[in-house]
């Protein structure tokens, strides 16, 4: 099987990669992740997925690299990683009470020819009204300050919410697994396949 490399140093991306039950390794690339002029928040994360893939390609050649990127965006404001308590206090209170969509890049780039496949998965989530004393609560329960849009959807964000809507829960969490299986068989690759059949991929 060809050796599958995830392009991020993020613990949510392994564990969601480990759910396919396929080996792979993990090695972070080094770019620039700020938005360009005008770019939309689908471009960005687009843009951002395939330059953290491009950016191993020489560090593992021969491989199917697998860059991804998040960017969340509401009332047209893209959201970043909020950093610092008061900052995601301020996020949750900014999207309170509003829909909130999470665009999530996704790239597997064949690193022998860069030849590579990308798509954008997005994910709507719908905030509660808050409180400030809920949202305070809140960063301080779960401590989201490394995620977009500051909150955990795979912890206790749910409670933040009124319905979510997409098709894949795992997009919000930053991959998304289900266009990740798809891509993936295109290159031979199943975590359904037998034994057999992995050993000689």
Do not use: W
Not at 81 to 106: D, I, R, S, W
Not at 130 to 151: I, K, W
């Amino acid at each position: 099987m060809r050796r599958l490399i995830l392009a991020s140093s993020s613990p949510y991306r392994r564990t969601l990669l480990e759910k396919l039950q396929l080996p792979f390794e993990s090695a972070s690339p080094h770019i620039n992740e700020e938005a360009l002029p005008g770019e939309s928040a689908p471009q960005l994360a687009i843009r951002l997925a395939t330059e953290k893939a491009r950016a191993l390609c020489d560090q593992h050649p021969d491989a199917l690299i697998i860059g991804s990127d998040q960017v969340a965006e509401c009332q047209g404001r893209q959201l970043g990683k909020p950093g610092t308590v008061e900052n995601a206090v301020e996020q949750l209170m900014f999207c309170a009470g509003h829909p909130v969509t999470f665009h999530t890049g996704l790239c597997v780039m064949d690193s022998s020819s860069a030849s590579h496949t990308v798509v954008c998965e997005p994910f709507r989530v719908y905030f509660k009204s808050l409180s400030r004393t809920e949202a305070e609560r809140y960063v301080e329960l779960d401590n989201p300050l490394d995620c977009a849009g500051s909150f955990k959807a795979e912890s206790l964000g749910v409670a933040l919410f009124e319905k979510m809507e997409g098709n894949d829960p795992n997009s919000l969490v930053g991959l998304p697994l289900i266009r990740l299986v798809e891509i993936l068989r295109t290159q031979g690759i199943s975590p359904l396949a037998s034994k057999a059949s992995k050993s000689q991929q």
